[in-house]
T-cell receptor, first 111, second 113 residues
Framework: QKEVEQNSGPLSVPEGAIASLNCTYSDRGSQSFFWYRQYSGKSPELIMFIYSNGDKEDGRFTAQLNKASQYVSLLIRDSQPSDSATYLCADDQTGANNLFFGTGTRLTVIP | KAGVTQTPRYLIKTRGQQVTLSCSPISGHRSVSWYQQTPGQGLQFLFEYFSETQRNKGNFPGRFSGRQFSNSRSEMNVSTLELGDSALYLC????????????FGSGTQLSVL
């Protein structure tokens, strides 16, 4: 199992700002990348996934993937207090039929 | 469509005991993965089952075991519990193909005293 690394935070941003969450991975064979959001005391829920280099947008969320740099990020535009949660990055790693997670970045959006 | 169901929601055990956790996947999903989540270590992969066969296993001792039934429901067993086994145990289901998204249950919070 190779590493998926995230800055644990906490990351604090004011309401309405852009929150930028970053993740690096070590397995060059990883093909798929996922962002999960986990509220305190709840289970992770999928918010974005990305397979190809470049950007993928879904509402206020944009996932960015750079396979050459082994870097994936999540941008949250117009951040809301309800976005306050831990964000988990995951990849599929070569030959695996399951996902491997980073330790998560805790985001706090300040009203 | 019902989501992933895990039972029980909470468990309190003492050291040395054993415990069995249950997971019912989303209808039609044939893969069930188990994860252990602790504040310091994050989500750590335990094992994954597909069509009653264990396909992948993480770096956990043999005290942790699992199985999957023909209806895709899965159980996880931990024997000879240790204090360090206290954690949230999450089950996730998927169709089981490569690059698949995982859908998580609410988890079982296990406390070992």
């Amino acid at each position: 199992q190779k590493e998926v690394e995230q800055n644990s935070g906490p990351l604090s941003v004011p309401e309405g700002a852009i929150a930028s969450l970053n993740c690096t991975y070590s397995d060059r064979g990883s093909q798929s990348f996922f962002w999960y959001r986990q509220y305190s005391g709840k289970s992770p829920e999928l918010i974005m996934f990305i397979y190809s280099n470049g950007d993928k947008e879904d509402g206020r969320f944009t996932a960015q993937l750079n396979k050459a740099s082994q870097y994936v990020s999540l941008l949250i535009r117009d951040s809301q207090p309800s976005d306050s949660a831990t964000y988990l990055c995951a990849d599929d790693q070569t030959g695996a039929n399951n996902l491997f997670f980073g330790t998560g970045t805790r985001l706090t959006v300040i009203p | 469509k019902a989501g992933v169901t895990q039972t029980p929601r909470y468990l309190i055990k003492t050291r040395g005991q054993q415990v069995t956790l249950s997971c019912s996947p989303i209808s039609g999903h044939r893969s069930v993965s188990w994860y252990q989540q602790t504040p310091g270590q994050g989500l750590q992969f335990l094992f994954e089952y597909f069509s009653e066969t264990q396909r992948n296993k993480g770096n956990f001792p043999g005290r942790f075991s699992g199985r999957q039934f023909s209806n895709s429901r899965s159980e996880m067993n931990v024997s000879t519990l240790e204090l360090g086994d206290s954690a949230l145990y999450l089950c996730a289901s998927s169709l089981g193909r490569i690059n698949e998204k995982l859908f998580f249950g609410s988890g079982t919070q296990l406390s070992v005293l």
